[in-house]
């Protein structure tokens, strides 16, 4: 129980003051004593109580004078800042002539589980009545407040409650149902609103209407006519609109702004924004479509064409356009998105062509292509548009994509959407839930139109590095597609293929100018570039042949210039990456893990070193909490099956420390426990890890391997790294069908379920021992 307070007395004639609140008080030789008595305590606190009808309330606010002073008019004056209710206890002496009591400060009950309920209906409605008032930055105010008790006593600054009601506030400590009155006198105060605006309507409406307007509109044919405005008002429009094809619901809402328009004041700001917004969905093209490429093979022709590999995402697309066909072969109508199934997502690393891919599909079907990019997004109004209200007010972004693609049916790619974020003006990603639900989306209703929009013929494709951070609401209605990357062989491929003819065009050269070999297109991937995708092969590309351009200049004779590998330094320097596992392995307690990251599949060195002092672990490397847990689960296999494991115990008791290098990477994932396990062995028994080995799956207490992620990716990461040989979770088998076949013959992968079967086959053979002379 709180303790109890001595605090001067400050009573308020008719009106009162809850927590939270901030007020100014005139003060009377009653007050002043209090005040005086406040001044010179070291809180300037003091207890406020209600005075209604001469009667003191049972529970008054714990204050804080903010400043003391003199109106204009010469009378003295206080700000009280309410801080918390009190109960009111018995008189006790105090200095000065004020009254002094005890008081006893009082918390809001806890909140129940219907209580956020409860504060977000009075919310709605507190909004509600401010609008009316455009009173916009309370409203601002009143949407960030989170605490339901708080929110309940800003009750004190409405006019429409009276004394009595806010000394019944003050009193009820329980919030729920503090929030249940407030929500009843709201509602009450809103009815009587709506009836007074009700009243006033009826009585204007009981004007002679006919004679009004036709008054109304001879003198505004006449004001026009003299400031040479003599125009057509909203004649324009109204031709437009009978021109233009539209649903029966739009139209009614068009010709009915048309009206207004005609009415409106050509200096009234309102004509400016019903121009906007009847452009806006005039230029909306509402029944246009584009007709659908039905022959598959074409289809087909033109994924590979544009595209070497990505089988999966090229058959999901065939799939799609052969349900199509059929129905259409059928007589069947197919009802946009909700025939054609959920939303198509590409996750993968940059550089391995989703963008590129999601043009590629709008071609093959026919379809207009418009491109969505959602990065950094974190308003909700860019995907639901504003409210006309607004200045400046637009229709979102979906609108958008819709009228620059010029038909309801395009091939819309929603770029980047796992970096779409969320603050206090909305979560975009909850806006997209009715976008990307095949069930949902053809009424869709975009803020600004204020009209249902209907998206079902739209397809929409989704592009992402990483699932994580994808909300589940979203990912749930969506199919993925996983792009991996590309082996060495699909690069030169894409290279030759692709990549060399577009930058050769830029460059302005020919083949009978300049030539790339193979060889040298297999070196730049595998010795300039280390990615998963392809985009810093195109960029050594261009820098190939932007040298080669600046040499032809300088020296016409000089063609044909032939690239071989042999000449890549003198185009690109000396390789960037060489095969650097043999040595840092060389050394006991290094070992070679494969991890995945956002650029995709990666090898990953964990270092171990013994060093003296008191026993324990330190773990470096910028290591999330699920890896730093890898580390203590991989120390304590170790110790506890030292002896199975043929490590030396001493060694384990000694202060242990653990380091993956790139220190300014974070990193976390469970994946790196056998790597970590195969480290402290390797150090604690003396022999190195094998050179061509790595290694990735998450251990147990007991020692057993668990399944991982991203097989695919970091197999390709290991192939990449030069690695031979790869020891994955026995569970993982399944996942090997995704891996290419060129890279399953150059890597040899063995299949484990006990890191101890691991341990002593990724570990160097232990030294002979000399025999004795």
């Known amino acids: 129980m709180a303790e109890a307070l001595r605090l001067p007395v400050l009573p308020l004639n008719d009106t009162v003051l809850l927590p939270g609140m901030v007020l100014p008080v005139t003060l009377d030789s009653e007050s002043q004593a209090a005040v005086d008595a406040s001044v010179s305590s070291a809180d300037k606190k003091l207890l406020v109580v209600p005075r209604l009808d001469g009667v003191y309330g049972a529970v008054g606010v714990l204050a804080t004078l903010e400043?003391?002073?003199?109106?204009?008019?010469?009378?003295?004056?206080?700000?009280?800042?309410?801080?918390?209710?009190?109960?009111?206890?018995?008189?006790?002496?105090?200095?000065?002539?004020?009254?002094?009591?005890?008081?006893?400060?009082?918390?809001?009950?806890?909140?129940?589980?219907?209580?956020?309920?409860?504060?977000?209906?009075?919310?709605?409605?507190?909004?509600?009545?401010?609008?009316?008032?455009?009173?916009?930055?309370?409203?601002?105010?009143?949407?960030?407040?989170?605490?339901p008790g708080r929110l309940a006593d800003l009750a004190g600054y409405a006019s429409y409650l009276d004394a009595r009601q806010k000394l019944e506030l003050l009193d009820t400590t329980d919030v729920d149902d503090r929030l249940h009155r407030l929500i009843e006198w709201t509602l009450a105060h809103i009815a009587e609103m709506q009836v007074s605006e009700k009243i006033a309507d009826d009585v204007r409406e009981g004007m002679e209407k006919s004679q009004r307007e036709f008054l109304l509109r001879q003198q505004l044919a006449a004001i026009r006519k003299e400031l040479g405005e003599d125009g057509d008002g909203g004649s324009d429009y109204r031709a437009r609109a009978e021109a233009t094809e539209l649903p029966d619901k739009v139209r009614e809402a068009v010709v009915r702004e048309i009206d207004r328009l005609e009415a409106t004041s050509e200096q009234s700001p309102e004509g400016g924004w019903i121009r906007t917004w009847l452009d806006t969905v005039l230029d909306l093209p509402w029944n246009v479509r584009t007709p659908d490429n039905d022959d598959v093979r074409a289809a087909r022709a033109v994924l590979d064409a544009d595209h070497f590999g990505l089988d999966d995402v090229k058959d999901r697309m065939i799939?799609?356009?052969?349900?199509?066909?059929?129905?259409?072969?059928?007589?069947?109508?197919?009802?946009?998105?909700?025939?054609?199934?959920?939303v198509l997502a590409l996750v993968g690393p940059p550089g391995v062509g989703k963008t590129s891919l999601g043009e590629?599909?709008?071609?093959?079907?026919?379809?207009?292509?418009?491109?969505?990019?959602?990065?950094?997004?974190?308003?909700?109004?860019?995907?639901?548009?504003?409210?006309?209200?607004?200045?400046?007010?637009?229709?979102?972004?979906?609108?958008?994509?819709?009228?620059?693609?010029?038909?309801?049916?395009?091939?819309?790619?929603?770029?980047?959407?796992?970096?779409?974020?969320?603050?206090?003006?909305?979560?975009?990603?909850?806006?997209?839930?009715?976008?990307?639900?095949?069930?949902?989306?053809?009424?869709?209703?975009?803020?600004?139109?204020?009209?249902?929009?209907?998206?079902?013929?739209?397809?929409?494709?989704?592009?992402?590095?990483?699932?994580?951070?994808?909300?589940?609401?979203?990912?749930?209605?969506?199919?993925?597609?996983?792009?991996?990357?590309?082996t060495e062989d699909e690069k030169v491929a894409i290279a030759r293929g692709h990549l060399l003819p577009r930058e050769m065009d830029r460059a302005a050269l020919t083949t009978d100018e300049v030539t790339v070999d193979d060889d040298a297109l297999r070196a730049i991937a595998a010795e300039h570039t280390r990615e998963a995708g392809v985009r810093q092969l195109d960029r050594a590309l261009a820098r190939i042949l932007r040298k080669a351009a600046a040499t032809l200049a300088t020296d016409p004779a000089a063609a044909p210039l032939r690239v071989t590998r042999d000449e890549l330094r003198t185009y690109l320097g000396r390789p960037r990456f060489t095969p650097e596992t043999a040595e840092r392995t060389?050394?006991?307690?290094?070992?070679?893990?494969?991890?995945?990251?956002?650029?995709?599949?990666?090898?990953?060195?964990?270092?171990?070193?013994?060093?003296?002092?008191?026993?324990?672990?330190?773990?470096?490397?910028?290591?999330?909490?699920?890896?730093?847990?890898?580390?203590?689960?991989?120390?304590?296999?170790?110790?506890?099956h030292a002896a199975e494991l043929g490590v030396d115990p001493a060694v384990l008791t000694k202060r242990?420390?653990?380091?993956?290098?790139?220190?300014?990477?974070?990193k976390d994932g469970p994946s790196a426990g056998v790597t970590m396990v195969t480290a402290l062995t390797s150090l604690a028994s003396g022999?190195?890890?094998?050179?061509?080995?790595?290694?990735?799956g998450e251990v147990t207490l007991s020692g057993r391997v668990l399944p991982i992620g991203g097989v695919k990716q970091k197999l390709l990461a290991a192939d990449r790294a030069g690695l031979t040989t790869v020891f994955l979770p026995a569970r993982n088998e399944p996942d090997l069908d995704d891996v290419p076949a060129e890279v399953r013959e150059r890597l040899t992968v063995h299949l484990v379920g006990d890191v101890a079967d691991l341990v002593a086959r990724a570990l160097e053979a232990p030294a002979a021992v000399p025999l004795a002379a």
């Open 67 to 147: 400043q003391v002073g003199r109106l204009p008019s010469g009378e003295p004056a206080a700000i009280l800042r309410g801080t918390g209710r009190a109960r009111i206890g018995t008189g006790v002496p105090g200095a000065g002539a004020a009254l002094w009591v005890e008081a006893t400060p009082v918390d809001d009950t806890a909140p129940t589980a219907g209580t956020a309920e409860l504060a977000a209906e009075y919310k709605r409605l507190v909004v509600s009545v401010l609008q009316t008032r455009g009173n916009w930055q309370t409203i601002d105010s009143v949407q960030r407040m989170t605490d």
């Open 319 to 342: 799939e799609h356009l052969a349900v199509r066909a059929r129905r259409s072969s059928r007589g069947l109508q197919l009802v946009g998105g909700r025939g054609s199934g959920a």
């Open 360 to 486: 590629s599909v709008a071609r093959s079907l026919g379809r207009k292509f418009v491109r969505v990019a959602l990065g950094g997004v974190r308003d909700e109004a860019e995907i639901r548009g504003h409210r006309r209200t607004y200045v400046g007010a637009l229709p979102g972004r979906i609108v958008r994509a819709i009228r620059e693609a010029g038909s309801m049916n395009p091939v819309v790619l929603l770029d980047e959407i796992d970096k779409v974020g969320s603050d206090y003006r909305g979560d975009p990603a909850a806006a997209l839930l009715e976008v990307l639900d095949p069930e949902q989306n053809h009424t869709f209703r975009d803020h600004y139109l204020d009209l249902d929009l209907d998206l079902s013929d739209v397809l929409f494709l989704a592009t992402a590095n990483v699932i994580d951070t994808i909300p589940g609401p979203l990912l749930d209605r969506m199919e993925f597609v996983q792009l991996d990357g590309y």
């Open 586 to 640: 060389a050394v006991p307690g290094v070992a070679t893990g494969l991890a995945v990251t956002g650029t995709g599949g990666d090898v990953l060195f964990i270092e171990v070193t013994a060093v003296d002092g008191e026993p324990g672990l330190t773990v470096t490397g910028q290591l999330g909490d699920v890896m730093k847990e890898s580390a203590q689960i991989a120390l304590s296999y170790v110790r506890g």
């Open 656 to 666: 242990l420390h653990l380091h993956v290098p790139a220190g300014a990477v974070p």
């Open 687 to 696: 022999r190195p890890v094998r050179a061509e080995v790595g290694m990735t």
